[in-house]
């Protein structure tokens, strides 16, 4: 999770973001992350991560719509994979959650993808996720 601060300008504007392994929004509204992680460790490449939800909180002008689009770079700035438009509804309050899930997301080689999300065709935050060779599992 790093929070790179607002690269799109002043509206709307990042807040957070993090990659996790489920998301739930129970009947109250309440947000839950589950298997948050900065990470992924492959024994080859290219590797599929099978599940991955990725999570941006935005702050923009109260009661008003947007339109946001996810794309995942790879380390050679390749684009990976890119989402369909997806609404952004900011709340009273100016506060919105954009939340994308991503099935069998292929990675080639180690390295730092980076996610970056567009609001209105201009980005507005970015994450970066560390792809790296993890050693095999030790016979015990």
Not at 76 to 85: A, G, H, L, P
């Amino acid at each position: 999770m790093t929070s790179p601060g607002d690269i799109g300008g002043s509206r709307p504007r990042f807040l957070w973001g993090l990659f996790c392994d489920h998301f739930v929004v129970d009947v109250s509204g309440k947000y839950s992350f589950i298997g948050v992680f900065e990470r992924i460790g492959a024994l080859s490449f290219p590797a599929v991560h099978k599940v991955m939800w990725i999570a941006f909180a935005l702050r923009g002008q109260p009661n008003e719509q947007a339109n946001g689009i996810v794309t995942v770079w790879s380390p050679q700035s390749e684009i990976v994979v890119s989402t369909n438009e997806a609404p952004v509804q900011f709340g009273p309050e100016g506060r919105a959650m954009l939340v994308q899930l991503f099935y069998d997301l292929s990675f080639a080689g180690p390295g730092i993808y980076s996610v970056v999300l567009e609001v209105d065709g201009k980005p507005v935050g970015r994450l970066d996720l560390d792809v790296y060779s993890a050693a095999p599992p030790q016979p015990a």
